[in-house]
């Protein structure tokens, strides 16, 4: 249903952010992509859905040349959904939900019968369709991002991180609800994610991307007993190191703790000594926009414990995480995954 044949995207003055991306995806098949931060996986969405055009190669839905045709008539193939949900806050649910078919110039009856018709499929009564995207919950709001997504009725779905921005137990909801959505409506997915549980959840195979190369395509259960190389290794390694961490709280008292600061020119014993009294077991380390870095265990901490500074030991210590994150979303996932308590250090000693 869609083939991608040699796709390669240097952006101007750049490096090649996308370098020969082969992949042919059948129909009714969900996949993800899935890679580090800055490996091409925006770029390969963009390009399918002609918000960027490829340096070379050639992409093909259903045989057609997707790069020949006109914008309006590839919204009828297409839907797009981003992580940063996107509604337009001045319009109702049922404009948002209706943009598509307002552009194909869908009749104003058939329009309303559609929209109604596509809450019925996520449970939401047909009063929403009146309210404004700031009077629903994030979670609601990703629910119409589908849907929107949904609305003409596409036979395929880009969705580029569309969970990434939610708290842990909403995700969760939209994950398994947006799969049985998925089977019932027999779309092709193409779903960028840099959670490898979501991965697992979603997929029926998995796209491994690093550095704009496909470093190994497979099921998610041939992912994890043969992962091609050591990248894909340590990278599902990381993973599982995230998952497996003790002391598991739940988000809601752990969140009601105060996070307490640590400078990073305080001696590590010293940030030690804060640690233990209020019993913290990791540092998040941020930068002066509060986008997460990475973290430092107390066990490393306690290891270098008689370092002059903090600092000395964040680069060499830091267990990197996804950079886009918003602190809070990534802070509620460690914690999803047991990180006992999660305080803040910022690496520009904030
Ligand atoms: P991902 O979605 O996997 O995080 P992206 O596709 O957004 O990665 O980016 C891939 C690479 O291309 C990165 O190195 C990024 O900095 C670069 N890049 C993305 N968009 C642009 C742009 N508009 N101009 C120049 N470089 C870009
Ligand atoms: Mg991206």
Known sequence: MLRMENVT?????GKKAVDEFSLHIKKGEFICIIGPSGCGKTTTMKMINRLIEPSSGEIFVNDENL???DAVKLRRKIGYVIQQIGLFPHMTIGDNISLVPRLLKWESNKKAKRAEELLELVD???E????????LSGGQQQRIGVLRALAANPPLILMDEPFGALDPITRDALQEEFKRLQR????TIVFVTHDMDEAIKLADRIVIMKDGKIVQVDSPEEILRNPANQFVEDFIGKERLLQGRPNVQTIGQ????????????????????IMKENRVDSLLVTDDSNRLKGYIDLEVIDHNRGLDSIETIIKPAL??????????????RLLKRGVSYAPVVNDQGI
Do not use: W
Not at 9 to 13: I, S
Not at 184 to 187: F, H, T
Not at 254 to 273: C, G, T
């Open 9 to 13: 995207k240097t952006y101007k003055g």
């Open 67 to 69: 790069l020949k045709q």
């Open 124 to 126: 939401m009564p047909k």
């Open 128 to 135: 929403f369709l009146d309210r404004y995207p700031h009077e």
């Open 184 to 187: 019932s409506l027999d779309k």
């Open 254 to 273: 752990v969140m009601n703790k105060k996070p307490i600061s640590v400078n990073r020119d305080q001696s590590v014993a010293a940030a030690l000594r």
């Open 319 to 332: 267990n990197k995480v996804e950079e886009t994150s918003l602190l809070r979303d990534t802070i509620q």
